[in-house]
Nanobody, 117 residues
Framework: QVQLVESGGGLVQPGGSLRLSCAVS????????MAWYRQAPGKQRELVAS???????NYADSVKGRFTISRDNAKNTVYLKMDTLKPEDTAVYYC???????????WGQGTQVTVSS
């Protein structure tokens, strides 16, 4: 069983920054894609950003230019750097390994990000 453990969430003022980390219990070289999702109260979970093993990235329009996803294969860790945070970024952020025909998908337990003055 693969475990994903997120950390780095917290309370930050509008305009501030946070860096989320997702530590994976297995070599992330096993996974082509890694992703971050978020879920705000009363809303559906949405894709925030994804990254391939080759470093190709994809972002939701709402975070383009403000968030940066990266992966450190040696540390089996995926990061989400969030800058210029807005109140509407408030949500629980989840790390995800998408399922494929070769392996199931995995989710972390989530980390709360609250943007408020």
């Amino acid at each position: 069983q693969v475990q994903l453990v997120e950390s780095g969430g917290g309370l930050v003022q509008p305009g501030g920054s946070l860096r989320l980390s997702c530590a994976v219990s297995k070599s992330i070289l096993s996974f082509n894609d890694m992703a971050w999702y978020r879920q705000a109260p009363g809303k559906q979970r949405e894709l925030v950003a994804s990254i391939t093993s080759g470093g190709r990235t994809n972002y939701a329009d709402s975070v383009k230019g403000r968030f940066t996803i990266s992966r450190d294969n040696a540390k089996n860790t995926v990061y989400l750097k969030m800058d210029t945070l807005k109140p509407e970024d408030t949500a629980v952020y989840y790390c995800n390994v998408p399922g494929t025909p070769f392996h199931p998908g995995y989710w972390g337990q989530g980390t709360q990000v609250t943007v408020s003055s």
